[in-house]
């Protein structure tokens, strides 16, 4: 069964300041992995995904990951964080192809400190 | 193009009653997923319909039941609600083309059981 684990609850960092969120997966399969953002009141966002190819992976909104296989991780990362970055970070995985049947971590609260 | 929206946005219902959600996906989007955010189970994958069938489902129990119609557009339906079944339900919809789909989420609709 696959899974997927976000370590922190929260991050903090101070505004300019590189940003990570941390995401580790556990499938059988080769996994699609994805990155959405939540702010109040609100939907869910796409950010970006990792599918096969390249392991650094650039999204929307500066937003960039890395996939590495060995370690099982695909971590989210911002070169300069925002103010207005701070929301919450969703890391999702699909095995199927043609399926939206995600599972998602459980979240990590980004806030960003000006 | 206009986006997934939801309605209605926020309901309370009592236990023991029914409640239907519906679910207007982005124009072309033929995939239509649900999903449940509460605080303690996090996002959790209720079911797809793709073409008016039902492709996938979660680990919901049978109360939880949906439907697409010809548009796309879906209805998801909650019978002899539970006070557990207060949750931000998310609907999102998905493009038929690629082999890999990002989804994009509506705002939800609140679901208070009292």
């Known amino acids: 069964a696959q899974s997927v684990a976000q370590p922190e609850d929260q991050v903090n960092v101070a505004e300019g300041n590189p940003l990570t969120v941390k995401c580790t997966y556990s499938?059988?399969?080769?996994?699609?992995l994805f990155w959405y953002v939540q702010y109040p009141n609100r939907g869910l966002q796409f950010l970006l995904k990792?599918?096969?190819?390249?392991?650094l992976v650039k999204g929307s909104y500066g937003f960039e990951a890395e996939f590495n296989k060995s370690q099982t991780s695909f971590h989210l990362k911002k070169p300069s964080a925002l103010v207005s970055d701070s929301a919450l970070y969703f890391c999702?995985?699909?095995?199927?192809?043609?399926?939206?049947?995600?599972?998602f971590g459980t979240g990590t609260r980004l806030t960003v400190i000006p | 193009k206009a986006g997934v929206t939801q309605t209605p946005r926020y309901l309370i219902k009592t236990r023991g009653q029914q409640v239907t959600l519906s679910c207007s996906p982005i124009?072309?989007?033929?995939?239509v997923s649900w999903y449940q955010q509460t605080p303690g189970q996090g996002l959790q994958f209720l079911f797809e319909?793709?073409?008016?069938?039902?492709?996938n489902k979660g680990n919901f129990p049978g109360r939880f039941s949906g439907r697409q119609f010809s548009n796309s557009r879906s209805e998801m339906n909650v019978s002899t609600l539970e006070l557990g079944d207060s949750a931000l339900y998310l609907c999102?919809?998905?493009?038929?083309?690629?082999?890999?789909?990002?989804?994009?989420f509506g705002p939800g609709t609140r679901l208070t059981v009292t």
């Open positions: 990792y599918i096969t190819g390249d392991n």
């Open positions: 999102a919809s998905s493009s038929s083309s690629g082999w890999v789909y990002e989804q994009y």
């Open positions: 999702a995985v699909s095995l199927q192809t043609g399926a939206n049947n995600l599972f």
């Open positions: 499938v059988s399969g080769n996994p699609y």
């Open positions: 124009s072309g989007h033929r995939s």
């Open positions: 319909y793709f073409s008016e069938t039902q492709r």
